[in-house]
């Protein structure tokens, strides 16, 4: 039973590398199996809470799993030519600018963890729809959208980073650390 949240990363591991490597185009197919992955990213954290079976491995893994599903995001959006050389530039810093939070996280804590606050949840969720909106013709106005959230939540997760005194891969947002640091303190 407290396997059942792995298993689920599993499912989306393998998903996420089918799409990549398998898939060329957007096919109903592609959405269908990009749904399921997005489905498992949703519920496996919660699951594994629920159960009492949050571990380091799990956290690692389903981050690792997250990575893949954004590898497909980025594939199918530069395969789709939804992005102009500025949008694209735009999502690269983005990016970017969250890969800083794990190595801020690593240096500071001796343990490699991504943050999954709040933002970055609803990012998540954000994201999944981008193939419904490129297959229903409203990408232009919706990948502006996407990228806001996106740029919000990476320098929101490095600020979360900078201010963490102890690892918390689900910190929810800044004033939940603020909060947490200000109960260390007393």
């Not at 009492?52 to 997250?66: L, N, R």
């Not at 939540?153 to 947002?173: G, N, Q, R, T, Y």
Request: proline share 3%.
């Amino acid at each position: 039973m407290k396997n059942i949240p792995n298993i689920l990363t599993v499912i989306r591991t393998v998903l996420a590398l089918i799409l990549l490597f398998f898939f060329t185009e957007m096919t109903f197919l592609y959405i269908l199996l990009f749904s399921v992955a997005m489905f498992t990213d949703i519920i496996d954290g919660t699951i594994a809470r629920s159960l009492g079976a949050e571990s380091y491995f799990g956290a690692v893994f389903d981050s690792i799993a997250d990575l893949l599903l954004d590898l497909n995001i980025i594939k199918l959006v530069i395969t789709c030519k939804v992005l102009t050389k500025k949008l694209g530039l735009w999502m690269v810093i983005a990016l970017g600018i969250g890969i800083i939070s794990p190595v801020i996280n690593f240096i500071k804590h001796k343990k490699f963890f991504m943050i999954h606050s709040v933002p970055c949840k609803i990012v998540a969720g954000a994201v999944s729809v981008i193939p419904f909106a490129i297959h229903f013709g409203f990408i232009d106005t919706y990948i502006l959208f996407c990228l806001a959230l996106l740029s919000f939540a990476m320098i929101e997760i490095v600020i979360m980073s900078i201010l963490l005194k102890k690892p918390d891969p689900d910190a929810k947002s800044i004033y939940h650390v603020i909060k947490e640091n200000k109960a260390l303190k007393a």
